[in-house]
């Protein structure tokens, strides 16, 4: 089983639709949790990290179920220029190493 | 500010000759380094980590090696490609503490012929 699992996708929505992607991951003593965005042959960048009581930046949320060790993050509004790949990341207690999930590509269309 | 920088961004080059791709954060001090690949419509793989100078831990075995000769540099190596080593070549730094991200440079696409 991989440590970081999400659904590859595509996910294929309209302008201003609301979009959900999950991400599983094995290893209960991970400790951080974020998600990543990375364009077309781009570096991957911080979109936002995922507290424990849930956060929210503008029209994106992002959510930690510990119990099911599970992610989520909900777009809201979708825009043109969400389209890319969401990558999930969780790093572990101990050695502080980022573990990638494959990525969930967006394509929001108009 | 931090930064991080990684180079050459392209780079083509034939079966069996030698690799170097070098990375150097600025701003920072003893960071956790990172080597990752990522193949074609694939994750990101780590490759390589260091968390401090000299110290490097492998997490695939493979035709590359890599080392840390400084505190902020990080170089990536191989002394002959294969084919299979194609692929985009990211080098990442993070605080090496809790609740902290990674941060990348702008990735080395390589093309092995």
């Known amino acids: 089983r991989k440590e970081v699992e999400q659904d590859p996708g595509p996910f294929n929505v309209p302008e201003g639709a609301t979009v959900a992607f999950n991400c599983t991951y094995s290893?209960?003593?991970?400790?951080?949790f974020f998600w990543y965005r990375q364009d077309c042959r781009k570096e991957p960048k911080l979109l936002m990290s995922v507290y424990s009581s849930g956060n929210e930046d503008g029209r994106f949320t992002a959510q930690l179920n510990r119990a099911s060790q599970y992610i989520s993050l909900l777009i809201r509004d979708s825009k043109l220029s969400d389209s890319a790949t969401y990558l999930c990341v969780v790093v572990s207690g101990g050695s502080y190493i980022p573990t990638f999930g494959r990525g969930t590509s967006l394509i929001v269309h108009p | 500010s931090q930064t991080i920088h990684q180079w050459p961004a392209t780079l083509v080059q034939p079966v069996g000759s030698p690799l170097s791709l070098e990375c150097t954060v600025e701003g920072t001090s003893n960071p956790n380094l990172y080597w990752y690949r990522q193949a074609a419509g694939r994750g990101l793989q780590l490759l390589f980590y260091s968390v401090g100078i000299g110290q490097i831990s492998s997490e695939v075995p493979q035709n590359l090696s890599a080392s840390r000769p400084q505190d902020r540099q990080f170089i990536l190596s191989s002394k002959k490609l294969l084919l299979s080593d194609s692929g985009f070549y990211l080098c990442a730094w993070s605080a090496g503490i809790q609740n902290t991200e990674a941060f990348f440079g702008q990735g080395t696409r390589l093309t092995v012929v």
């Open positions: 290893n209960s003593a991970s400790q951080s």
